[in-house]
């Protein structure tokens, strides 16, 4: 078993910035992929970024490319989520993600792959 935490989250105005933090306990996460998703209201919850064990291979949501940016610690069991100019609707929860990837380049996108959750934390984008 492993549990994500994540924190972070708050309200910030449009173009503002915000680190989420995700920190895992239980189990080490260096064999997991790891990847953040977010929920918004009425919405169902979309993948944002994911990274591989290593941090060598990562992938975006084209909503966030060029904006957020994914990475992790493995010594410190820790994943993060810079984003950068926000805009109003990347308001959601956001949720911490990890699934036992079978390989370094493994990596995925697809929400159903993924087997430990976080509780998430809100993101609320002022315009």
């Known amino acids: 078993q492993v549990q994500l935490a994540e924190s972070g989250g708050g309200l910030v105005q449009a173009g503002g910035s915000l680190r989420l933090s995700c920190a895992a306990s239980g189990r080490t996460i260096s064999r997991f992929s790891m990847g953040w998703f977010r929920q918004a209201p009425g919405k169902e919850r979309e993948f944002v970024a994911a990274?591989?064990?290593?941090?060598?291979?990562?992938s975006y949501a084209d909503s966030v490319k060029g904006r957020f940016t994914i990475s992790r610690d493995n010594a410190e069991n820790m994943v993060y989520l810079q984003m950068n100019s926000l805009k109003p609707e990347d308001t959601a929860i956001y949720y911490c993600?990890?699934?036992?990837?079978?390989?370094?380049?493994?990596?995925?996108?697809?929400?159903?792959?993924?087997?430990?959750w976080g509780q998430g934390t809100q993101v609320t984008v002022s315009s």
């Open positions: 990274i591989s064990w290593g941090g060598s291979i990562t």
């Open positions: 993600a990890a699934y036992t990837a079978g390989g370094s380049y493994y990596i995925t996108r697809v929400r159903g792959q993924y087997e430990y």
